[in-house]
């Protein structure tokens, strides 16, 4: 599939980019629930993605709530990551 040349400005990010969401929609079809984005990227309201190579990113939606990892001994640093590695 041909990429077209963004023309926006800034320009978009790149359908390889983490951030690929960000690109300008081209064509959009909410009756259908997706959208064409600058970049080829078609995105779809449970926002699963075909890139343009075509390969599908399976929906991710966004979870609503997330427990925070348990831990029991929790330690007087405030880091938000399980410290299972760095125990004494
Ligand atoms: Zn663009």
Redesign the pocket.
């Known amino acids: 599939m041909m990429s077209r040349p ?3 400005e800034p ?2 990010p790149e359908a390889g980019a983490p951030d690929r969401d960000a ?2 929609s081209v064509a959009h079809a909410p009756e259908q629930g997706w959208a064409l984005l ?1 970049n080829g990227v078609l995105i779809f309201e449970d926002l699963g993605e075909l890139l343009p190579s075509g390969e599908i990113v399976p929906p991710r939606r966004p979870l609503p709530h997330v427990p925070a990892a348990r831990s029991p001994r929790r330690s007087a640093s405030s880091s938000p990551y399980p410290s299972c590695c760095d125990q004494p």
Request: aromatic content about 0%.
């Open positions: 963004c023309t926006h320009v978009c690109a300008c600058c």
